[in-house]
């Protein structure tokens, strides 16, 4: 990556994370909202501070396609709403039984679990609410907005691949099977979300379908990356527990560092392949698939 691209690369992904940072925090209850503890709670991941790559995935998608940022900023909440949603109870003790997040103790560490699956149920409320709610799109877009959101979360998204990998804890995968859970557990909302971005930009159903493949290829590249940080990375830079897929088969023990690496590039290759129709208007999604590609937190 050029320093001029990587320059630009670094304000997007600065600018992208203040905006949805300061849209978050406004489409959430003030702390003090009565009753207090769930307020709190619905607060504490959500706004902790994350990478908002999804949100950002949204904007960039709606970028490409010559849309506009501000049709596109209730859809990138959502899909961010929806992450912290899932990483509350992907934290659970009954799910992966974690303690720190986003640098922090975990959410039902500090509020129990009642509170935490509570407020993860409040925050899919309101992405739905989200997509509802935005009136810079038509009818038929918020319609679709809410059934690719729909899909992402469900039993052939994020929770179909969440209750793949709890059932096969402490067995053995092959690549196949591993690819399964983290092309849903992961790909699935980065899917949606280049999918929202560009139906937030009123886009060319192939333009979808581009971004979508680009977006799944990315999503199952930064779990790989995770993977690969789960391994080697200090949770003081990650922000969360290290090691905590001992009893799992990751994409490091079973294809190795250098595997791993190689899986990562052929997926970025990937990626990049379904960017060409758009020219050079794409330079600024093909740096975040080098940033992904390269990532170190
Ligand atoms: C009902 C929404 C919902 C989910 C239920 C629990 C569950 C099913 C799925 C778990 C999905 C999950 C947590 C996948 C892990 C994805 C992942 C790589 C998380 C880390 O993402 P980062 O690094 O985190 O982008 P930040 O904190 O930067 O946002």
Do not use: W
Not at 72 to 79: K, S, Y
Not at 203 to 222: C, T
Not at 248 to 268: H, M, S, Y
């Amino acid at each position: 990556m050029s320093p001029e691209i990587n320059k630009q690369l670094v304000a997007f992904l600065e600018e992208g994370r203040a905006v949805l940072d300061d849209q978050l925090d406004r489409s959430v209850p003030p702390l003090g909202t009565y009753p207090p503890i769930i307020h709190e709670a619905l607060r504490y991941t959500l706004l902790l501070p994350g990478k908002r790559l999804r949100g950002i995935l949204v904007l960039a998608a709606c970028d490409l396609v010559r849309g506009k940022r501000d049709a596109a900023l209730p859809f990138a909440c959502a899909v961010e709403m929806v992450h912290a949603a899932s990483l509350i109870l992907d934290d659970l003790p009954s799910q992966d039984n974690a303690t720190l997040r986003r640098g922090k103790p975990v959410l039902h560490k500090a509020v129990g679990e009642a509170n935490a699956t509570l407020a993860a149920v409040s925050l899919l409320a309101r992405a739905f609410g989200l997509i509802q709610g935005n009136r810079l799109v038509r009818d038929r877009v918020r319609n679709e907005a809410g059934e690719v959101l729909s899909r992402g979360i469900g039993t052939e998204g994020l929770i179909g691949g969440q209750v793949v990998d709890l059932e096969s804890t402490g067995k053995e995968l092959d690549l196949d099977g591993l690819e399964f859970i983290h092309s849903h557990k992961t790909g699935a909302l980065f899917i949606a979300a280049a999918e929202l971005g560009v139906l937030a930009a009123g886009g060319r159903s192939r333009d979808r379908e581009a971004l979508a493949l680009y977006a799944k290829n990315l999503g199952l590249a930064f779990q790989i990356t995770d993977d690969l940080l789960d391994y080697s990375g200090d949770p003081e830079v990650t922000g969360k527990d290290a090691g905590l897929d001992r009893d799992k088969t990751t994409f490091v023990n079973l294809c190795g560092i250098d595997g791993a690496r190689q899986l990562v590039d052929d997926l970025i290759n990937a990626s990049l392949g379904y960017l060409l129709p758009f020219g050079k208007r794409s330079s600024l999604l093909r740096s975040l698939a080098e940033h992904v590609r390269r990532r170190d937190r």
